[in-house]
């Protein structure tokens, strides 16, 4: 049986890892701002965002329970509001539905993330062997003799 140090050893090795920052959706909904009232909202203000969307606008917000992928949730208290939405920013409508505990419509949205670079390859220094080299015995002029 493991000691209960080597136990938590193992715990505190884990490193959390850190997610992907979102892609900067303003560019995309600033023309929409007008048109359709599209709204971003941080997290800290979601009962506003629900009170903007029930109004008729969209707001859009980070959405806080994707854990695996990350994504904004789109709502709107006008179907006809996230249809046209869906058609300008290119998302299938079939991905709108109706909420059971307010009263909109949402969807989640996961923008196209911008292209990364590509992680750098650590070049593995190659290290240089020591060749020898034979040195061959010349015979002696005595010896020849």
Known sequence: MKS??????????????RKKKLPDITNIIKPLETE??????PLTQIPQAV???????IAIHENYLSRR??????????????????????????????SEFFRF?????????????PPKRRRRRIKKKKIRVPVKSTPSP???G
């Not at 419509?105 to 670079?117: A, G, I, N, S, V």
Request: include cysteine.
């Open 36 to 41: 359709l009232g599209a709204k971003i909202f």
């Open 51 to 57: 009170s903007w969307a029930e109004q008729g606008n």
């Open 69 to 98: 992928r990350q994504s904004y949730h789109v709502i709107s208290g006008r179907k006809e509001n996230l249809l046209r939405f869906c058609d300008k920013i290119g998302i299938p409508r079939e991905d709108i539905k109706a």
């Open 142 to 144: 005595s010896s020849q």
């Open 4 to 17: 209960r140090s080597s136990l938590l050893k193992g715990i505190n090795n884990k490193v959390a890892r």
């Open 105 to 117: 419509w949402h969807l989640t949205w996961m923008p196209p993330l911008p292209p990364e670079d």
